[in-house]
């Protein structure tokens, strides 16, 4: 069964992500942990300033026992308040194969038809099939939506846009800072450090100041994009004071931009500072001060409001729907043929102990041929079980059949490795 539990920009704001945020150490421990207790087989977690979903696959098929217990490990792992669980959102089957294949398409996003989501979905199967807490089946999903995301961006104007929230939001702040000499920081130098970089220059600036903590990773960033000015180790605040338009996308778990600190900055100009950062890096209460403007990422949500229906907006819907709907089959025969798999083993290992069972005084040729009996009677009974099977699922198109038939031989193995 596939399954996802998380949480979006769609129905919780900024803080409230925070709350489910996930490092790569954190992801890799919690479904550890839940494969061990026996929830799931595996799962992928993709975390962003957006989002934090986790795409799981699960042989429990009793789907309200399995969301009750993945809640209760949640709330208890990472402490979530009663209003931010009651805004965690589930889907299973259809609905997440759906969603699955739009996000990675770019209609999902804040900022629709964004490109950066399609690499980190790619990171965050990587990480889990680095760290092997995949599956086999979620590797198949996975490239599905890969292979959607592809063929969208190839056949279809939304591929065009390359747009992304770093990007969005530079041109969301360009907007906004009215300065005639416009003086851009970043401050943090990762992934989306690299996107708003990128999109400051495309937009014609000369130079880009960047600050990182560590001198290192700020020198390596600066060698594969030459228009940057670097500050390190502790000058922070020395490159906001040379600013005036300050971007903030650090992995930091607190805020770095402290109301107290750009007081002593004794600031003398507009200052704008854009958050894209999850939790968030800059302090709710730096508005307070006169002349300091600061947004973060759900401001980015008029943008989109705004925006055109793309033209193509109902081909690529169709497109994503034919994907979804050969997919849901895949897991139906899918399913099917594991069932089968399982009529088989147990027919084999309820032989096996039935013929060991034979009484010692009967001779070899005897046993030989109560053997060769069984193996036809055997043969016979699995072949009428699994062609009902297949005529039951492909009658209804239904996995019902099959999730019971492989729960009920689930069962019967289960006794048999008890016997043994």
Known sequence: MFGLIGIDYTVANVDERACLALSEEEAVMLISDWKRWGYISGAVVLSTCNRVEIYYDSEENNSSLLSKVLRQSLQRNLELSTRVMAKLKELDGEELFRHLFRLSSGLESMVQGETQILGQLKEAFRIATRNKISTPLLSRLFHKAFEIAKKVRSNFMLGAKQLSAGASAVDFMLNKCTSSNIKPLIIGAGQIAETVYERLVGRGFKEVLLYNRTRERAERFQATHPKTKIFTEGDMLRAVQEANLIFVATSSLNP??????LIKLNIKEDLFFFDLAVPRNIANDVVELTRVFSYAIDDLKNLTSEKEADEQQTLIEAEIETFVQDFVLWCEASGVRESIEDIQKVSQLLLKRELRNLPKTLSDQQRELIAQYD????????????????????????SHYADTTKALFKKIKQKEAHRS
Do not use: N
């Open 256 to 261: 770095i931009i402290l109301k107290e600190d």
């Open 375 to 398: 193996e036809h009677f055997r043969i016979t009974y699995t072949t009428a079980l699994v062609s009902a099977l297949r005529e039951l699922s492909e009658g209804e198109r239904s």
